[in-house]
């Protein structure tokens, strides 16, 4: 029997796991420093609202995490967003404008709408159309999705939609962002079809007759009692002696078969396998004595910090409508929010009938600082900032904050170049594995297949 011990009881672990756990052959010990499981997947319920306080969904085009949740049992209670409400706004020059229907991201799939649309100005628009006629470029190198934007469709398009956009997913500047690890598709696009445009038009004709339109599934889903349902279904599948919690690992060395794995209560593990499923600065910390150069290359992912402040209200206290998913704040209008959702609005069974839940997100890559202050005064700048954009006066039902230090992974320009050679490094420790959202993706659903595959890995 191959022992294998799993460092991190995030998503990631969790899913290595539960697949090591259904190959068989294994056994394993998963240790978490936290007095609790899911790492950055917590959900709360509390006065009749389901409240996230870190993800909130997970992208379903990518379909592990939605096979995984069936897999739980859990397919009954998986829901979509409420796609008739979809509608995004934008915080520009003083007020909440919609995001043109049709918009990809960042590239308009619709004339009509964005045509209409007062988000752009009509030099703006125009600009954005000469993406038809720039030349794609030529070398394969990576570049920032700032670049990318402001070279295919302009400045105005990077700031109003681009930037505030992405760096909701992200919570990344978008000067550094790597395209090339984020969104390899608008590479292709232009690769292929010469720009962005272009490609929505070829691909619309190449859809056209093959399907209505909307797909099957809705792209976001979630659980109705929140995704923490997902860690628990997990963690009733494991084995309870294989779940160490509230111990963190602080050294690994060579035992004279496989590694022996130092925990900070002075015990040790010995394993042939370790998974680290921990973010790279925890790893680096853990495998410094070990391998200073690995260490070195895992300390080259930078993170950044945020925080989510969740409000819980009575509707009728509101005068804003909630018409839509909610909206996203350009870093030029330098407001201390960076986006905030109407998870009521966005999701079912999130408040009970009769209130309204929003969540505001602080900090990132511009102001991190912010996301580090006091849990009252993260609270009284979110409040402060809704007065301020959507005209919300209310005393709040409910009020948590969540904080996230040193939560997002940056996939800077030379990502990939950055995750081979942290590979490299660590593939010459036969038996050493790492998975998790610094690496091949920051989604669940990239987590979760990380831990598939280092579990099939091993096995
Ligand atoms: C605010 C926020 C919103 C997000 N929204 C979404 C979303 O809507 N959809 C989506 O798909 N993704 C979202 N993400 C990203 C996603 O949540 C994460 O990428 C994912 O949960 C990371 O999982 P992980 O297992 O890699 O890491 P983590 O969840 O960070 O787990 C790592 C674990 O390792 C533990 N650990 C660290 N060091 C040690 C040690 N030495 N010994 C033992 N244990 C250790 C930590 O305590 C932690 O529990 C969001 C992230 C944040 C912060």
Redesign the pocket.
Known sequence: MKRVVI???????LATAYFLQQRGGAEYKL????PYF????VSAQEKGFVIEG??????TTKPAALELCRALGLGDQLIGTNDAGRKVFVWSRGKLRAMPDGVMLIIPTRIMPFVKSGLISWPGKVRMGMDVVIPPRRDDGDESLAHFVRRRLGSEALDRIAEPMIAGIYVADAEYLSLKSTFPRFLDMEKKYGGLLRGVIAQRRAANGKSNGKPATSMFMTLRGGLQDMVDAILARLDPQSLISN????GITRASVGYRVALSDGASLDSDAVVF???TY?TA??VQSFDGGLADALRTIRYVS?A?VSFGFKRAELTHPLDGFGFVVPRSEKRKIIACSWSSTKFNHRAADGYALVRA?IGGAHAEHLAEEADEAVAQMARDELRAMMGITAQPVLTKV?R?HK??PQYAVGHAERVAEIERQAARHAGLFL????YHG????D?IEDGKRVAEQIA
């Open positions: 460092i991190g009881g995030g998503i990631a672990g240790i978490e420093s936290a899911g790492g950055k997947i870190g993800p909130d969904s997970f992208l111990r963190q690992v602080v499923a921990t973010p925890a910390d853990v945020t989510t997100f969540y996230w939560a997002n998975a998790g959202g610094a920051v989604g669940i659903p987590c």
